[in-house]
T-cell receptor, first 112, second 113 residues
Framework: GESVGLHLPTLSVQEGDNSIINCAYSNSASDYFIWYKQESGKGPQFIIDIRSNMDKRQGQRVTVLLNKTVKHLSLQIAATQPGDSAVYFCADFYNQGGKLIFGQGTELSVKP | DAMVIQNPRYQVTQFGKPVTLSCSQTLNHNVMYWYQQKSSQAPKLLFHYYDKDFNNEADTPDNFQSRRPNTSFCFLDIRSPGLGDAAMYLC????????????FGPGTRLTVL
């Protein structure tokens, strides 16, 4: 994905509900994708990654889905908690030059 | 235990006054990155070091320089900060340049007066 614009998309969910955060990427040659969580005033924290030879990967309370046909990535958070409130960035790995390309980010707000 | 450490966490400088931000790591990783992140935006890569090899992004202004005196430390020098350079500066490390996970530090918030 490419970072565009100055206004973050927002997602507001009730505590205990499941959250789904979506991301589109543009480079069809990308073969590695990562989700990062960034809390206010902190650096991005690795959550989960997935390689292009997979379409689903699960972690603790999180699942990443990859649809290479439509170049779409999603992060599912089960039983969302107040501590999950943060900005979530997807990033894809651009092999030529060896660098991450960050998406725009989505701000998740969890209501108690 | 902190693995990527950035100092200071908050830095205030005056317009045009040189400033240096510091990053250190305990992971013994080969690669160290510097990103700039402005409010409500994604991190933007400025440059990286693979060991002692420096790789500058094409759109990084000349005003930004970096030094890596040893494996553990990397510095970001802003020679003449402008108001537009106010941002969060993030340091990250990874073992290699392939698909190795990048680990980020907490960032330094730079204010330019």
């Amino acid at each position: 994905g490419e970072s565009v614009g100055l206004h973050l998309p927002t997602l507001s969910v009730q505590e205990g509900d499941n959250s789904i955060i979506n991301c589109a990427y543009s480079n069809s040659a990308s073969d590695y994708f990562i989700w990062y969580k960034q809390e206010s005033g902190k650096g991005p924290q690795f959550i989960i990654d997935i390689r292009s030879n997979m379409d689903k990967r699960q972690g603790q309370r999180v699942t990443v889905l990859l649809n290479k046909t439509v170049k779409h990535l999603s992060l599912q958070i089960a039983a969302t908690q107040p501590g999950d409130s943060a900005v979530y960035f997807c990033a894809d790995f651009y092999n030529q030059g060896g660098k991450l390309i960050f998406g725009q980010g989505t701000e998740l707000s969890v209501k108690p | 235990d902190a693995m990527v450490i950035q100092n200071p966490r908050y830095q205030v400088t005056q317009f045009g006054k040189p400033v240096t931000l510091s990053c250190s790591q305990t992971l013994n990783h080969n690669v160290m990155y510097w990103y700039q992140q402005k409010s409500s935006q994604a991190p933007k890569l400025l440059f990286h070091y693979y060991d002692k090899d420096f790789n500058n992004e094409a759109d990084t202004p000349d005003n930004f320089q970096s030094r890596r005196p040893n494996t553990s430390f990397c510095f970001l020098d802003i020679r003449s900060p402008g108001l537009g350079d106010a941002a969060m500066y993030l340091c990250a490390t990874s073992r290699g340049l392939t698909t190795d996970t990048q680990y980020f530090g907490p960032g330094t918030r730079l204010t330019v007066l």
